[in-house]
T-cell receptor, first 111, second 111 residues
């Protein structure tokens, strides 16, 4: 699976939108972009995934660049509960294999 | 179904002892993954099962580590002759399609 690059940490204010960037310049055509997050003392949880088109679900939105070399996870209104480490992961769906985690972005949310 | 269950949640053992962890995945999930996570790092892949077949093993999985999933349901991870460097959170995840569901992990402390 190809590598991703994320900022180590970001800060946000409560009830404001948050844009978490991820670079994946070596992405291949069959790599899906997955986002997971890990709350303190919890296992990671799935947030969203996409291939080419932007995606929305109840947790977040995923904006994917036209060349697919970068993507942005958007939390529309951050809450204190969104403070977590966010991982951007590329996964070749053809293999259905494991998820390769990097260090992720630690998001802090200030009240 | 309450999700992926891991037992025990915490384990303290003396160096040189053997330990075994159990993971009960979500029913009917055919894929099961083991990860290890140390403080400040993302989860590191250890091994992956599809049904009862162990399809992939990381180089991190030394000969002191063994994992089984005998009937394609629950899985066990055994560490023999534990070392202080084995101290970590051991996470289990299961999936049927795209989304992987993680347990809360077993925290191992080797003293």
């Amino acid at each position: 699976d190809a590598k991703t690059t994320q900022p180590n940490s970001m800060e946000s204010n409560e009830e404001e939108p948050v844009h978490l960037p991820c670079n994946h310049s070596t992405i291949s055509g069959t790599d899906y972009i997955h986002w997971y997050r890990q709350l303190p003392s919890q296992g990671p949880e799935y947030v969203i995934h996409g291939l080419t088109s932007n995606v929305n679900n109840r947790m977040a939105s995923l904006a994917i660049a036209e060349d697919r070399k970068s993507s942005t996870l958007i939390l529309h209104r951050a809450t204190l509960r969104d403070a977590a480490v966010y991982y951007c992961i590329l996964r070749n769906e053809g293999s259905q294999g494991n998820l390769i985690f990097g260090k992720g972005t630690k998001l802090s949310v200030k009240p | 179904d309450t999700g992926v269950s891991q037992n025990p949640r915490h384990k303290i053992t003396k160096r040189g002892q053997n330990v075994t962890f159990r993971c009960d995945p979500i029913s009917e999930h055919n894929r099961l993954y083991w990860y290890r996570q140390t403080l400040g790092q993302g989860p590191e892949f250890l091994t992956y099962f599809q049904n009862e077949a162990q399809l992939e093993k990381s180089r991190l999985l030394s000969d002191r580590f063994s994992a089984e999933r005998p009937k394609g349901s629950f899985s066990t991870l055994e560490i023999q002759r534990t070392e202080q460097g084995d101290s970590a959170m051991y996470l289990c995840a299961s999936s049927l399609f795209t989304e992987a569901f993680f347990g809360q992990g077993t925290r191992l402390t080797v003293v």
